[in-house]
Antibody
Framework: EVRLVESGGGLVQSGGSLRLSCAASGFTFSDYWMIWVRQAPGKGLEWVANIKQDGSDKSYVDSVKGRFTISRDNAKNSLYLQMNNMRVEDTAVYYC??????WGQGTMVTVSS | VVTQEPSLTVSPGETVTLTCDSSTGGVTSGHYPYWFQQKPGQAPRTLIYDTSNKHPWTPARFSGSLLGGKAALTLSGAQPEDEADYYCVLFYSGPVVFGGGTKLTVL
């Protein structure tokens, strides 16, 4: 069974850091580009970042450039999102997805002022 | 900017078309349109990719196309369980852009 499980969410103060993880199983992780998408409470979906299969190419939405870093460890079948200098507006459910075809259940991140 | 109808209502058994428009000009197959369904409290589920391709879990009543310069998701024979938010995505050279979503009510 193809599965993505996010973890690492929680409550953090403005300016703080969190590292999200996404554990993949049921498929060859290194074959797929991966993406982080977030959804603020009551709002729509927003692309955050994506990473190529070998990690050589990464893209970010402008609002997180310089603060968030996407990475992956193909040996551990894992995707990561390091979030630094966090802002209240980063509060959202964060989903990892396999190329926008398969989605995890999400992890909630709350940034307090 | 990717634009969708904020809300639509359809009667059970009827057909409805949701659209996805690009502010930079007409949507083409080169934007590789995707469509997602999201029900309250659940993760999104991908229904359509690359304009019209379906996943094994996509109900046959959903179909994707290009219509009048927009990407379109057509629901033929709406069911009560189709009430949900629907999002499209268009790929540009660089960013991935989600539409604002359409809240579909089956009533």
């Amino acid at each position: 069974e193809v599965r993505l499980v996010e973890s690492g969410g929680g409550l953090v103060q403005s300016g703080g850091s969190l590292r999200l993880s996404c554990a993949a199983s049921g498929f060859t992780f290194s074959d797929y580009w991966m993406i982080w998408v977030r959804q603020a409470p009551g709002k729509g979906l927003e692309w955050v970042a994506n990473i190529k299969q070998d990690g050589s190419d990464k893209s970010y939405v402008d609002s997180v450039k310089g603060r968030f870093t996407i990475s992956r460890d193909n040996a551990k079948n894992s995707l990561y999102l390091q979030m630094n200098n966090m802002r209240v507006e980063d509060t959202a459910v964060y989903y990892c997805a396999r190329g926008l075809h398969i989605w995890g259940q999400g992890t909630m991140v709350t940034v307090s002022s | 900017v990717v634009t969708q109808e904020p809300s639509l209502t359809v009667s059970p058994g009827e057909t409805v078309t949701l659209t996805c428009d690009s502010s930079t000009g007409g949507v083409t197959s080169g934007h590789y349109p995707y469509w997602f369904q999201q029900k309250p409290g659940q993760a999104p589920r991908t229904l359509i990719y690359d304009t019209s391709n379906k996943h094994p879990w996509t109900p046959a009543r959903f179909s994707g196309s290009l219509l009048g310069g927009k990407a379109a998701l057509t629901l033929s024979g709406a069911q009560p369980e189709d009430e949900a938010d629907y999002y499209c995505v268009l790929f540009y050279s660089g960013p991935v852009v989600f539409g604002g979503g359409t809240k579909l009510t089956v009533l």
